[in-house]
């Protein structure tokens, strides 16, 4: 008895996949179906080291390097139905509202999901 495919469902996150896999796009939508929610962060990489996590400061979803319409059409084309969840953990502008960071990112997914 084993729990079967049927129970088992990821979590796609956006930064990591961008940059583990050499075709995100690919990933994502050959996962689709299988995807309970997608973590979306975007990111305005810093300087120093890539190896060190302060390089990837969040930027509002749709604003930093990940191409968010080709993320969102691959979810999409793959035929996923999960939930969008928003991160902005820290910013490379210390100054930034957090607050009008994720009401950006909101905003571009909706829109980003319209034009679809």
């Known amino acids: ?15 990591q996949v961008n940059f583990s896999v050499p075709d995100s796009t690919f990933q994502l939508r050959k996962l689709a179906k299988r995807t309970f929610a ?8 810093a300087t120093g080291s890539p190896r060190d996590w302060t390089f990837w400061p969040s930027a509002p979803a749709g604003t930093g390097i990940i191409d968010m319409a080709a993320v969102i059409g691959a979810l999409h084309d793959g035929g996923n139905d999960g939930m969008l969840c928003v991160e902005i953990d820290f910013m490379k502008d210390k100054q930034a509202n957090e607050v009008q960071a994720v009401e950006v990112a909101v905003n571009n997914l909706r829109r980003l999901v319209r034009e679809l």
């Open 38 to 45: 997608t973590h979306i962060k975007d990111t305005n990489p």
């Open 1 to 15: 008895m084993g729990i079967g495919k049927n129970h088992v469902f990821l979590v796609s996150f956006t930064a």
